[in-house]
T-cell receptor, first 116, second 111 residues
Framework: GAVVSQHPSRVICKSGTSVKIECRSLDFQATTMFWYRQFPKKSLMLMATSNEGSKATYEQGVEKDKFLINHASLTLSTLTVTSAHPEDSSFYIC????????????FGAGSRLTVL | DQQVKQNSPSLSVQEGRISILNCDYTNSMFDYFLWYKKYPAEGPTFLISISSIKDKNEDGRFTVFLNKSAKHLSLHIVPSQPGDSAVYFCAASSTGNQFYFGTGTSLTVIP
């Protein structure tokens, strides 16, 4: 079945530093990947849609200069949290859609970011 | 603005009984709906889906019902098992676009 690997699973960083999270589709090509953020007891909030070879589409209220998304290949998308602050601490989850029009997402295991 | 809502944050059910999880949506353009199951510190896993051309889809113990006029869907789990204890998210999408998730319902199945 479709597998999405997300790395790192946990990261702790100092305020002001940047953190990169990788999302890889292991056994399929993902033309579209999505990045979500989950707050405690809250929904999965869609942050951005990442299409291979083009700029990401950000949801309203998400700072694109702060959350840099790169989808350089059909199997890899990265989310970089730049100049991280404690309020950026959260659980970030990526998902991938196999092919265009596919309506089922496969999720990574998530990355817990803690900014000190 | 939450386009997909799950108004019950938690639900407790006795083992063997039926679990009913509800979800409402506001966007009439949504034409595909999914349910995901999530354990703590893990990514969601796909459970079952339904297209807007149907009003029911069944897969083993899981059945999803869709009421388009009410913009409401529900997930029925019968019989409920302790291993079903998790957070359940409903999600909706319109063809070719993003997927939007509800706030989740934490299901506890009591042995």
């Amino acid at each position: 079945g479709a597998v999405v690997s997300q790395h790192p699973s946990r990261v702790i960083c100092k305020s002001g530093t940047s953190v990169k999270i990788e999302c890889r589709s292991l056994d399929f090509q993902a033309t579209t990947m999505f990045w979500y953020r989950q707050f405690p007891k809250k929904s999965l909030m869609l942050m951005a849609t990442s299409n291979e070879g083009s700029k990401a589409t950000y949801e309203q209220g998400v700072e694109k200069d702060k959350f840099l998304i790169n989808h350089a290949s059909l199997t890899l998308s990265t989310l970089t949290v730049t100049s991280a602050h404690p309020e950026d601490s959260s659980f970030y989850i990526c998902s991938a859609r196999r092919g265009s029009g596919a309506n089922v997402l496969t999720f990574g295991a998530g990355s817990r970011l803690t900014v000190l | 603005d939450q386009q997909v809502k799950q108004n019950s944050p938690s639900l407790s059910v006795q083992e063997g009984r039926i679990s009913i999880l509800n979800c409402d949506y506001t966007n009439s353009m949504f034409d595909y709906f999914l349910w995901y199951k999530k354990y703590p510190a893990e990514g969601p896993t796909f459970l079952i889906s339904i297209s807007s051309i149907k009003d029911k889809n069944e897969d083993g113990r899981f059945t999803v019902f869709l009421n388009k006029s009410a913009k409401h869907l529900s997930l029925h789990i019968v019989p409920s098992q302790p291993g079903d204890s998790a957070v359940y998210f409903c999600a909706a999408s319109s063809t070719g676009n993003q997927f939007y998730f509800g706030t989740g319902t934490s299901l506890t199945v009591i042995p």
